[in-house]
């Protein structure tokens, strides 16, 4: 039996790997992105006439066409730290002799990886963000319905004050909008500085080239390399590490309000026991949890691989590589499993008011509107959720 490579594969993946982000950051995408980072740099590089038009030419048709087994390319990065070195090969065997000198002129393995971290992260937050605002959507229409529904407020486990469903889902809307939000803001950039980050290799024509190179690749150009500077891949850990929270947060309230003691609310899909057939398990909140659980100790890695040598990380660098897809991984699947929890999530209004009368909690003392500015606050939430909308 062979194991899978791929992250949208295997005995786990239908619940730690839901949605489209494992494809978009499997073996094989970013493979492709890193080809399609060599094809940028030879067509840039051709045009800014750094080497021939040909050369570019045939390597530009070479990325095209070459598929490389990314097992066999795992195994042959061993020898050089990085799987770019076997790539580079690869490609110069595909293409005519005269252009072999030309493949790979003045970038550095770094320049190839980074940016096809880049490419990768920019189509994986393109997927993960539309099941983010899936379930924001959700939330939104949660709250606009129940926005006057009274329930009780529960402070430290207990039964406090009352509220509404409709804040409680409009707190939930509140920090899938930030997270969104900030995911929005990410600016993928590429690299290219060459073996010690002065685009040395490419002679005068280096700034050019990088332009070019960026361009192409719908990327932003950097002000300078980031080789070592890595407050990209920190500020991007962070944006993720935060939205695990968001999507954690109506998943753990979920599992509380359908606990069989309070039965305030219950998933739609169905959710059984192997051993109780009474039960509804809310899978999806659940599975929510177990993503959303990963993401700390891998942001934590990230931000631990910042500090970086000189001009080139000896293993942090690399310690990058697997916590960042995996982090990827794990949000997205937190995503698409929140969207479908809130999305079907069923609401019991009755007994929402019920717990209420049992436990004396239908008035506040000393306040004649028991939820006081509750349904302001729901108001206000949707508004914003409307705007961010309208100006995305």
Known sequence: ?????????????????????????????????????????????????????????????????????????????????????????????????????????????????????????????????????????????????????????????????????????AGWLAGLDAAATDLHSFAPTAQLGGAAGTLAGLGPAGPAVLAGFAARLGLAAPELPWHTERSRIGRLAGALGVTAGALGKPARDVTLLAQSEVGEVEEGAPGGSSAMPHKHNPVAAVSTLAATAQAPGLVATLLASAVQEHQRGAGSWQAEWQPLRSLLVAVGSAAAWSRACLGGLVVHADVMRANLDRAGLRSERGATDPVGSAGHFVDRALAYHSARRDDG
Do not use: N
């Open 1 to 169: 039996m062979r194991p899978s490579s791929s992250p949208s594969d295997g005995l786990f993946a239908g619940i730690l790997a839901r949605g489209p982000v494992p494809a978009a950051v499997a073996d094989d995408a970013w493979l492709r992105a890193m080809l399609d980072t060599e094809a940028a740099l030879a067509a840039a590089s051709a045009e800014a006439g750094v080497i021939p038009a040909d050369a570019g030419a045939a390597i530009v048709a070479a990325c095209a066409a070459l598929a490389p087994d990314p097992a066999a390319l795992g195994r042959a990065a061993a020898a050089h730290a990085t799987p770019v070195v076997p790539l580079v090969a690869a490609i110069r065997d595909a293409v005519p002799e005269a252009a072999r000198a030309h493949v790979h002129t003045g970038a550095t393995s770094q320049d190839v990886l980074d940016t096809a971290t880049m490419l990768v992260t920019r189509r994986a937050l393109a997927a993960l963000l539309s099941d983010v605002e899936g379930a924001a959507a959700a939330a939104a229409d949660l709250a606009k319905a129940h926005r006057d529904t009274p329930m009780a407020g529960r402070t430290l486990l207990q039964q406090a004050v009352p509220t509404t469903f409709g804040l409680t889902a």
